[in-house]
């Protein structure tokens, strides 16, 4: 019996051998094996997800910066187009200005007492008040504190740019209202028709807008006895916006 179990693990060996089954076995049981497979799959599946990730990432930064050259671009072309308007109607003395629009991000609040005054990431040439533009909106004013830019958005008492409202152009000065969300327009006079639903739009008289900018539209009006005043919904959406473009318009020369 012994001998005969001895015959058969002898004749076992023999045929493994032969057909080298030991090779068949490690090739296709080896542990390590399915070990290294996953490793490699794995590498290759974290390297193309990172690649796929910059990819984006550096896709989403461009996109990002044409949106901000596209919009820029059409803030001036609203300006020109406007001023262009002006000139042909009125045929009148014609200036000639040098317009900037750069874009901006917000830094900080000011104070956290108030959300309307703002730091933006933007160096102050001078003591000239510019203009701050929302989703081409008027959304407030920027001025010079130790050569920072502080923006005064809508809302805030010391915020005040000049303003036409509806097609006879009435103007008058934006303000605080005093009521959360809402403009008020005052110093309009009281010759001007001026009614609900009537859009206002920026002057350009100030030096600190161009003319045509939209500021919002008009809730309600109250009439005194030699002046009227006006409460406007505005379109900009000024305490949510982490950006915005600062606009400066600088006068070269008057042509006759």
């Known amino acids: 019996m012994n001998k005969f179990i001895f015959f058969l693990v002898f004749v076992a060996i023999s045929l493994g051998y ?26 290759i599946s974290i390297v193309n997800t990172t690649q796929k990730y910059f990819y984006q990432v550096t896709t989403i930064q461009n996109l990002q910066k044409e949106n901000a050259d596209l919009k820029t671009y059409k803030i001036l072309y609203q300006s020109a187009n406007n001023r262009l308007n002006n000139i042909k ?58 050569n920072k830019a502080k923006a005064l958005l809508n809302g805030n008492e010391k915020c005040n740019y000049a303003v036409f409202i509806g097609n006879n152009k009435a103007p008058g000065i934006i303000h605080a209202s005093g009521k959360q969300g ?22 350009g ?12 539209k008009v809730l309600s009006i109250t009439k005194m006895q030699d002046m009227q005043e006006a409460l406007i919904q505005p379109y900009a959406h000024v305490l949510k916006e982490e950006n915005f473009f600062i606009y400066r318009k600088n006068d070269i020369n008057t042509k006759p």
């Open 182 to 203: 809402l403009l008020k327009i005052k110093y309009i006079p009281i010759i001007y028709e001026v009614n609900e639903g009537d859009e206002v739009i920026t002057s």
């Open 205 to 216: 008289m100030d030096n600190i807008f161009f003319e045509g900018l939209k500021v919002g």
């Open 89 to 146: 109607e009125n045929l009148g003395v014609e200036k000639e200005y040098e317009e900037k629009v750069t874009f901006s991000h917000v830094l900080s609040y000011i104070s956290f007492d108030d959300f309307t005054k703002v730091w933006l990431d933007y160096t102050m040439e001078d003591s000239k008040i510019l203009g701050l533009i929302s989703k081409n909106y008027a959304a407030g004013i920027v001025v010079n504190d130790n």
């Open 18 to 43: 032969i057909f080298e089954l030991d090779k068949v076995i490690a090739t296709n049981f080896n542990p390590f094996t399915s070990i290294k497979k996953f490793y490699i799959d794995t590498s």
